[in-house]
Nanobody, 126 residues
Framework: VQLVESGGGLVQAGGSLRLSCAAS????????IGWFRQAPGKEREGVSC????????YYGDSVKGRFTISSDNAKNTVYLQMNSLKPEDTAVYYC????????????????????WGQGTQVTVSS
């Protein structure tokens, strides 16, 4: 059971990146999938996640309108398209498979995380 992220890098403010997260050993029907990030000296925060049961998508307030999560179930891969990047988006981005609480309406959050990816660095220069 594994998640492998790719697509991070260095980009100027206003630019775009697309992160990919490939799953192996399980399918997206088994878990909800999401992206989290952690900047130096800060707590890990939810960026976006998608429910496997009904496709509901959640975004953090700081990325709404700029980031888009999507999944390709045939490839067992989830993507995070990041546009209009800002220096404050600089962080290590982690893909995770877990469980969104039933009837949840808040920011991206997993009640349980079953698998974490290794993380990919995103650096946005000003």
């Amino acid at each position: 059971v594994q998640l492998v992220e790719s697509g991070g890098g260095l980009v100027q403010a206003g630019g775009s990146l697309r992160l990919s997260c490939a799953a192996s050993g399980f399918t997206f029907d088994d878990y909800d999938i999401g992206w989290f990030r952690q900047a130096p000296g800060k707590e890990r925060e939810g960026v976006s996640c998608i429910s496997s049961s009904d496709g509901t998508i959640y975004y953090g307030d700081s990325v709404k309108g700029r980031f888009t999560i999507s999944s390709d179930n045939a490839k067992n891969t989830v993507y995070l398209q990041m546009n209009s990047l800002k220096p404050e988006d600089t962080a290590v981005y982690y893909c995770a498979a877990g469980v969104i609480p039933p009837h949840y309406t808040g920011s991206p959050y997993f009640k349980n995380v079953n698998v974490w990816g290794q993380g990919t660095q995103v650096t946005v220069s000003s």
